[in-house]
DNA sequence: GTAACTGCAAAATATTTGCATCCTT
DNA sequence: AAGGATGCAAATATTTTGCAGTTAC
């Protein structure tokens, strides 16, 4: 439909070496539309079609696996999943901050903006820091 | 059973304006023993008692309202709970970071280490700052 | 005694697995 | 044509709601 992303999603899906369907397509372009956290329900109907709910877990396992997309913690009862701009590229690179809009609900990530160093007690070995701020977003100040 | 909490658990209920039943000094005798991240399957079984589904749910929510735990985010498909030494006193106090090991799979909340300063972009406001780190915990390491 | 707490039944929501069929390559 | 992707049925896991019975104060 988003003839815009259409090639890129296409060169997406054939490097991470998965075939070019519609559900992967249709669930892809959403990501890029959105550039934030989007939870399984969002993906159910999408442009009119109506994808079975397996069909769309089995796909976000898949484009996890793929370092496609990721998780972001949170405090609900579902899984929260984004796509950022640097992961679509050859390296999978999740080092960014999570805001979560207290008002609208959106969950953004925000790129280029360096993850503190944070210093730990004696015996702990640091692997990866995920930073969430909430708040309220420019659109909901 | 956990004689040495069994006082500080009263008072803590009593200063909610909570009654102190079996269920809730139970849960909160885990999270004593703990210090760290549960989640509802923890307390179905509980010192041998069995409680009902329902009843940890209310109690993990009735704890939530009055300040007495707080949930930590998480990638998991279950809410984690925690308390923590500063949530029992007076205040609540959630700044603190959370470190969650990937060998054994525990949360921690980190006292005492400062939550840095993060720089938005022009138009966002910080309400709240959450930092999970995931690393090797001493145990583990 | 009364308000608050608990337990059972049941529903709502979220996620996973097996298998037969269909589609991309 | 073959292997991977999808859709349906069904199971499992998680969380919530209503109501009746029980307990703490």
Known sequence: MNIRYS?????????SKLSVTDTRTKILEL????KGAL?????????GATFD????????????DKGIIH??????TSIHY????DCSEDHHDDHHIHFKCQHCD???CLEGIAIPAIQLPQGYTADNVEVIVSGLCPNCK
Chains 1, 2 share one sequence.
Request: glycine residues 0%.
């Open 7 to 15: 090639e890129k999603i296409k060169e997406l899906l054939r490097e």
């Open 31 to 34: 990501f890029f539309k959105t």
């Open 39 to 47: 939870e399984h329900h969002n993906f159910e109907k999408l442009d």
């Open 53 to 64: 709910r397996v069909t769309v877990y089995r796909t976000l396992q898949t484009f996890l």
């Open 71 to 76: 998780k972001i913690p949170s405090t609900d």
């Open 82 to 85: 984004a796509l950022c701009k």
């Open 106 to 108: 959106n969950t953004l």
